[in-house]
């Protein structure tokens, strides 16, 4: 168990979770909405691209460290102005998309696994996105940011899909005709560009492991030493991760609470 969290814990499998971490913030930062068929506060990015190669390559774990941390780096360079409930509703839904992608791709590593997986998160996430916007995400969004008045959210669905959407009819026409297939979309861009990059990605992670993982070596006394100096190479990696995970949080608390 110790030699496998030292391995997880490995000074390469950092820098590539902060590299695909790195490259999907700066990717979230620059989201876009679809006015002409989507309400504004649903806005396309494409960090799920990063997102799913780093799960494929990393494992399920990784993917998700680099869902959290890409969600801390928006907020330190953007802000939020949502409260937050946008940015946790990204965060689930990105975690259900390569969660289990990962999961399944790590026991079936071929490309039917890895099409089984993406289906699967596919499917996850954009339930999860329908079932999370009913029960959770528009009431406390509609509570904090409209105090509870329904026409900041009515009138921006009236003006794509006419007078038809009232607060009776707006979580039919929201979740069915915007939620559903936005996400359906979003999910879909990954998968087209992950498939045909994600090999040429693997191979190249693969060469840096072999380059940079320690190796113990076979002799008593030397294995002990090489065990003890990885072990505290683990350490040192994990407390720096810890710092700089810390420093991110921090930031987004400063800003939001300073803003």
Known sequence: MEKK????????RIAVIAMFAAVAGVLYVFGFSMNFAFPFWLQLNFSDIPALIGTFALGPVSGGIIVFVKILIKLIISGTSTYFVGDFADLIIGLAFVV???LIYKKHRS????????AAGMVCSVALS????WLVLVPVYLQIYFSGDWSGLVGPMQALFGSGVTEETFYT???WISVLPFNLMR??????VTLPVYKRI???INRMNERFMPKVPACGEGEAVAAAVSKKRTVITVAVCAGVLLLLIGGVLLRYFLS
């Not at 969290?5 to 390469?12: G, I, K, R």
């Not at 329908?130 to 916007?133: E, G, S």
Request: proline fraction near 3%; hydrophobic fraction near 55%; charge should be positive.
């Open 5 to 12: 969290n030292q391995q997880f814990f490995s000074a390469t």
């Open 100 to 102: 289990p992608a990962g």
């Open 111 to 118: 490309f039917k696994g890895a099409l089984v997986g993406m």
């Open 130 to 133: 329908v079932i999370a916007n």
């Open 173 to 175: 026409y929201y979740l």
């Open 187 to 192: 999910c879909l861009i990954a998968v087209l």
């Open 202 to 204: 693997s191979v190249l």
